[in-house]
């Protein structure tokens, strides 16, 4: 499919490397945050969740940080493979609404 | 269980004509969400319908448009194509705040 990935920040890294990838929100209302992985022709996936009242959470492989001070996410890959390589986007949301604001996004490209 | 479906997955239209898009959620999901995604501006909110209300509308112009049925099926609708509309068109079946996108309708305006 057509590559969404285009203008984006990119980062690379080698198989096995720990990813970082960044994101800033804009609106200091948000509380709750989702980090989304969406590989090429295929729609947004979910990967990973955070609540305002928490400032790390950890899934499989995947760790959230939350820097309400700052306004910074981040999404952490720990052992980084092939199969991570896909675009990630933050994403916002305000309690009582059921939109989704999200960031532009980054490409993550892992060499084996 | 079935996830969310979007249909037709590729299309081409011609500036002038108007095109239908449609998404079908996954099962006992009742709020559906549309987003234009384009390289340049990455994902962005069109509207959204909770049992066949729009319930949220984001900042496009009243050619984009939509409904939703009782089946909770929705469908959009783009009249007056123009070459910017040129995108992937994402539906999210919504669970709370989560969204569970299907895998978009490429939309290619020639």
């Known amino acids: 499919g057509e590559s969404v990935g285009l203008h984006l920040p990119t980062l690379s890294v080698q198989e096995g490397d720990n990813s970082i990838i960044n994101c800033a929100y804009s609106?200091?209302?948000?509380?709750?945050f989702i980090w989304y992985k969406q590989e090429s022709g295929k729609g947004p996936q979910f990967i990973i969740d955070?609540?305002?009242?928490?400032d790390k959470r950890q899934g499989q492989r995947v760790t959230v940080l939350l820097n309400k001070t700052v306004k910074h996410l981040s999404l952490q890959i720990a052992a980084t493979q092939p199969g991570d390589s896909a675009v990630y986007f933050c994403?916002?949301?305000?309690?009582?609404?059921?939109?989704?604001?999200f960031g532009k996004g980054t490409m993550l490209l892992v060499s084996p | 269980k079935a996830g969310v479906t979007q249909t037709p997955r590729y299309l081409i239209k011609t500036r002038g004509q108007q095109v239908t898009l449609s998404c079908s959620p996954i099962?006992?999901?009742?709020?559906v969400s549309w987003y234009q995604q384009t390289p340049g501006q990455g994902l962005q909110f069109l509207f959204e319908?909770?049992?066949?209300?729009?319930?949220n509308k984001g900042n496009f112009p009243g050619r984009f448009s939509g409904r939703q049925f009782s089946n909770s099926r929705s469908e959009m609708n783009v009249s007056t194509l123009e070459l910017g509309d040129s995108a992937l068109y994402l539906c999210?079946?919504?669970?709370?705040?989560?969204?569970?996108f299907g895998q978009g309708t490429r939309l290619t305006v020639v």
């Open positions: 319908y909770f049992s066949e209300t729009q319930r």
């Open positions: 994403a916002e949301n305000i309690a009582g609404y059921s939109t989704l604001t």
């Open positions: 999210a079946s919504m669970s709370g705040y989560e969204a569970f």
């Open positions: 955070i609540r305002s009242n928490m």
């Open positions: 609106n200091s209302a948000s509380d709750y």
């Open positions: 099962s006992g999901h009742r709020s």
